[in-house]
């Protein structure tokens, strides 16, 4: 993993001992002239060590002593995805090499979860526009999109991706998704490692904002569960201010009947003990009054259904 150390093996087989006086190790780049650490006895100068492996390559001599020439590689970056050769010669066999081998370094690191922005199209849009980013990542990944509805793969004509190497020779991706203009699209954005058998998928939906033309869209915070229960909770409180504004009017329709009754001639004046008399009395008091009915004159009523079924309470 880029950032950690590595140990490169190089062992004799057999257990055997050496004498580093009699020893010459070395390690380079298979294919270059590159070097990447050697021991030689009673020479430790690096000048010939290049110089991204002069602080970071080692090799141990107690360890060569035992036959064990492996090296150590500290703090990985992706330009150590190399094949490294270890060879190792005797002075006592007129520098015969006595032990040869090659690694094959593989270097990962792992991607950040992608991020997905809210689509962009404006009222009246056509077409909706996801971005999915997705940084310091190696080697180069594999990019993608899906319909999560089905897990279908989205067209990749639909897609443009930008993978770029950053300051740290890791990989930084953008991908663009161009969609048509569809309501409640789920998409997800997919980023996979296949040398870490990583695969991250980061995820928007788009939701209608208004009805009919020029809809906006944005990104969902919630699942489509929590989205249920949220509508739901909105309806019962609408319904339950409703409820409320109804049985108010209602309330105070029947104080000011009680107090206001229309007064014609040879109706009769009422009096606070005549404000308790049943509802017989009642309705000699107030025309259009029912007793037992619990509403005010019928010309209030209607008033207050229709202003029901006109929708004077969604105004303002």
């Not at 998928?201 to 906006?216: H, I, R, Y």
Request: proline share 6%.
């Amino acid at each position: 993993m880029v950032g950690s150390d590595v140990r490169l093996g190089c062992v004799y087989p057999g257990g055997s001992s050496f004498d580093l006086n009699d020893l010459f190790v070395y390690w380079q780049i298979s294919g270059s002239n590159t070097v990447v650490a050697y021991f030689l006895s009673g020479n430790s100068s690096v000048d010939h060590v290049d110089s991204r492996y002069r602080s970071r390559a080692h090799v141990s001599g107690d360890s060569m002593k035992q036959g064990d020439f492996s090296l150590l590689l500290q703090d990985v970056t992706p330009d150590d995805a190399q094949t490294f050769r270890c060879l190792v010669f005797r002075e006592s066999l007129k520098l015969g090499k006595v032990l040869e081998v090659e690694i094959r370094l593989h270097v990962a690191a792992n991607y950040s979860m992608p991020v997905v922005s809210s689509p962009g199209g404006g009222p009246g849009a056509w077409e909706l526009t996801f971005t999915c980013t997705s940084t310091n990542g190696y080697p180069r990944p594999k990019v993608y999109w899906i319909n999560k509805t089905d897990n279908s793969l989205l067209p990749e004509a639909l897609q443009n991706h930008t993978v770029s190497v950053n300051t740290r020779g890791l990989y930084d991706v953008v991908s663009v998704l161009t969609l048509p203009h569809t309501p409640g699209v789920d998409v997800g954005c997919c980023i996979e490692n296949e040398l870490l058998s990583q695969n991250l998928t980061g995820s928007s939906q788009a939701l209608a904002a208004s009805g009919g033309a020029g809809e906006q869209f944005t990104e969902s915070p919630v699942g489509p569960a929590g989205r249920r229960r949220l509508e739901v909770s909105a309806m019962a409180i609408a319904l339950s201010v409703l409820m409320v504004a109804a049985a108010v009017t209602v309330c105070l329709g029947l104080g000011r009947c009680r107090r206001r009754c229309p007064r014609h001639p040879g109706d009769q004046t009422v009096t606070p003990e005549q404000e308790e008399l049943p509802d017989q009395a009642a309705q000699s008091l107030c025309p259009g009054h029912r007793p037992g009915s619990g509403r005010p004159p019928a010309g209030r009523w209607t008033q207050l259904k229709g202003g029901l079924s006109q929708g004077w309470w969604q105004r303002g």
